[in-house]
């Protein structure tokens, strides 16, 4: 055959190709979109969920889909938990800390940040007011890695709040020594919050640099998470959504990481930047994302407790706790730390609800409870998975 025979034949495939009549590719569209519906279906049904399956369940963008993927997590969000929105009151009561992670807003390098400590006194009362008088059964303390509170400070705090109140005691003060937290557990903490905050090692050194106190190894922070489990303490964990460099890959590996820790609480919201760090230019990663994260969590780890996060709101003021309690979450964290220091503890910017006292954030929460047709659950409310 010569060369223009060749090239009329190419012709003559490409004129029969487009040429065909619309009603047949249409028909192809529909197969194709029937198949992919066909493995959706394929993968929501499935008792476990594969790496491969979360990617492919991440990387849903239709709304059908997407509408599809959340009534399955909220199904097995009614099937593995119930109808009840748990309440963890947050106390943020210090900003000082020895850590120079690449997107706090509270990383020790930011020196445009006034920082503060709440005296244990100080601390001891608004525990007493979120449980008396706020009707809050955990009180969360939280705090950046700060050792002006000691062992035995914290331990005091620990003994005097629950000499006080009829509710459980959780802290999220970062890495301390796998005794240090033995002693916390003995004088009444019951929980814990350490976020591994990526799956993915060199990400993970990426973002923590030698200049912080710690170090912030990964294999340690993987380590003290699963101690803490040992020890007996409802382990609660988890990463950022959207961080600079970090792949759909790492999402999943994020998610498989909760039943690998043997997580009690997932903590995921998405990645906001922060004008004082490293990281001020990067972009903010999607709620969009962070919805799917959190209903694909719910599906994979089923009993898990899911929080509805305050940067998940901070992206969408109008219902991103409504949204997310209706993709699989069953926990919302409002703040009790009282109105004049809210503003100095934003690890990101535009922080929702700084504005707002402890008595605004427990009606709110009562409203965006009820908004979702849902009750908030009494008890302590404890993450026991089977």
């Not at 008595?359 to 089977?386: H, L, M, P, Q, S």
Request: charged fraction near 30%; aromatic fraction near 8%; include cysteine.
């Amino acid at each position: 055959m010569s060369s223009s025979e060749s090239w009329r034949g190419l012709g003559m495939v490409k004129e029969t190709y487009t040429s065909r009549p619309a009603h047949d590719l249409k028909l192809e569209g529909i197969r194709e979109k029937e198949t992919y519906t066909s493995r959706l279906d394929c993968i929501l049904d499935k008792n476990e969920l594969s790496k491969e399956g979360i990617v492919f369940l991440l990387k849903l963008d239709r709304r059908e889909h997407l509408g599809r993927l959340f009534k399955k997590a909220d199904e097995v969000r009614e099937e593995y938990i119930g109808e009840d929105v748990y309440v963890r009151g947050v106390l943020e009561f210090s900003n000082y800390c020895r850590n120079d992670c690449l997107y706090c807003g509270i990383r020790k390098s930011n020196l445009k940040l006034r920082r503060y400590r709440i005296k244990p006194e100080e601390i001891v009362g608004i525990a007493k007011n979120a449980v008396s008088s706020l009707g809050f059964r955990t009180v969360l303390l939280q705090s950046g890695e700060d050792g002006y509170y000691t062992t035995e400070v914290v331990e005091d705090m620990i003994k005097r709040i629950l000499e006080k109140c009829d509710c459980r005691v959780a802290l999220s003060i970062g890495e301390r020594t796998v005794e240090e937290y033995k002693r916390f557990y003995d004088a009444g903490a019951r929980r814990c919050l350490v976020r591994f905050e990526t799956s993915n090692k060199k990400l993970f050194e990426k973002l923590h640099p030698k200049s912080s106190q710690t170090k912030n190894s990964f294999g340690r922070r993987v380590k003290l998470i699963k101690r803490l489990g040992k020890i007996g303490y409802q382990v609660g964990t988890g990463f950022m959504v959207g961080l600079p460099g970090q792949s759909i890959e790492d999402l999943a590996g994020d998610i498989l990481m909760y039943d690998r820790l043997k997580a009690n609480m997932a903590g995921t919201g998405p990645f906001i930047c922060h004008p004082d760090t490293p990281l001020a230019c990067s972009n903010n990663g999607s709620f969009e994302m962070s919805l799917k994260v959190i209903a694909v969590t719910r599906i994979a780890c089923k009993d898990i407790f899911i929080s509805a996060t305050t940067a998940l709101q901070s992206l969408n003021n109008a219902n991103g706790r409504e949204l997310a309690l209706q993709a699989g979450a069953n926990l919302l964290m409002p703040n009790i730390t009282p109105k004049k220091y809210r503003m100095l503890y934003q690890l990101y910017p535009n922080k929702a609800c700084v504005y707002e006292n402890p008595f605004d954030c427990a009606n709110c929460v009562k409203k965006v409870v009820e908004t979702v047709g849902r009750t908030i659950g009494r008890g302590y409310g404890d993450a026991i998975r089977k």
